[in-house]
Nanobody
Framework: EVQLQASGGGLVQAGGSLRLSCEAS????????LAWFRQVAGKEREGVSC????????FYADSVKGRFTISRDNAKNTFYLQMNSLRPEDTAVYHC?????????????????????WGQGTQVTVSS
């Protein structure tokens, strides 16, 4: 059974940092693309970042480039989202997601429908 367990959310002041973790089980971690999405109530889900499989390519939403870093530890079956210089607009529920293999159209990684498995959300709240 595939499971993703997200953790690391919390309340932080603007300018602060958090690191989200997503622990995976039940699938061959090395072969899967890993991503973070976020959602604010009443708004569309937004792709935040993605890390590919063997080549380790990373993708970021423009709103988080230079502030967030995605990484993976294949030995621990865990991937991370290091979030620095947090802003109030980063407040959201963050979800981790995974899918087998990459797609070959522009910005495919932002499309939540391409992901097969999702973890539960972890709330990130940034106060001003």
């Amino acid at each position: 059974e595939v499971q993703l367990q997200a953790s690391g959310g919390g309340l932080v002041q603007a300018g602060g940092s958090l690191r989200l973790s997503c622990e995976a089980s039940g699938f061959s971690f090395d072969d899967y693309v890993l991503a973070w999405f976020r959602q604010v109530a009443g708004k569309e889900r937004e792709g935040v970042s993605c890390i590919s499989t063997s080549d380790g390519r990373r993708f970021y939403a423009d709103s988080v480039k230079g502030r967030f870093t995605i990484s993976r530890d294949n030995a621990k079956n865990t991937f991370y989202l290091q979030m620095n210089s947090l802003r109030p607009e980063d407040t959201a529920v963050y979800h981790c997601a995974t899918t087998l293999g990459v797609r070959y159209y522009s910005d495919w990684w932002r499309n939540g429908n391409e992901y097969d498995y999702w973890g539960q959300g972890t709330q990130v709240t940034v106060s001003s």
